[in-house]
């Protein structure tokens, strides 16, 4: 399994991005997505989740601005940033639940590679 990251960039503060995230190999089914990042000299933080039957959370930061979504037929999730804050600058990760081929029964949580966004104000 493979989750592969996309969409980061260089916006002005205000700005919007959309940052996709999608899981190949073999799946058998995905329960939940989730958007970390990192800023430089922070740590990494969990921005929003979504599981398998919708239900999403955002961390209060972002709350508001941040909207995270899925298409399950596409084993595929997206992170839709509105109002971005010179402080929403970071590398962004996506990490999915999967059981596989590889996992059997067990769900098993793997990180894709980061995307950078970059808010300059």
């Known amino acids: 399994v493979q989750l592969q990251a996309s969409g980061g960039g260089l916006v002005l503060a205000g700005g919007s991005l959309t940052l996709s995230c999608a899981a190949t190999?073999?799946?058998?089914?995905?329960?939940?997505y989730g958007w970390h990042r990192q800023a430089p000299g922070k740590q990494r933080e969990l921005v929003a989740t979504i599981r398998s039957g919708g239900t999403t959370n955002h961390v209060d930061s972002v709350k508001g601005r941040f909207t995270i979504s899925r298409d399950n037929a596409k084993n595929s999730m997206y992170l839709q940033m509105n109002s971005l804050k010179p402080e929403d600058t970071a590398v962004y990760y996506c990490?999915?639940?999967?059981?596989?081929?590889?996992?059997?029964?067990?769900?098993?949580?793997?990180w894709g590679q980061g995307t950078q966004v970059t808010v300059s104000s």
């Open positions: 990490t999915s639940n999967v059981r596989s081929a590889d996992s059997g029964s067990y769900y098993r949580t793997y």
């Open positions: 190999g073999r799946i058998w089914s995905i329960n939940a």
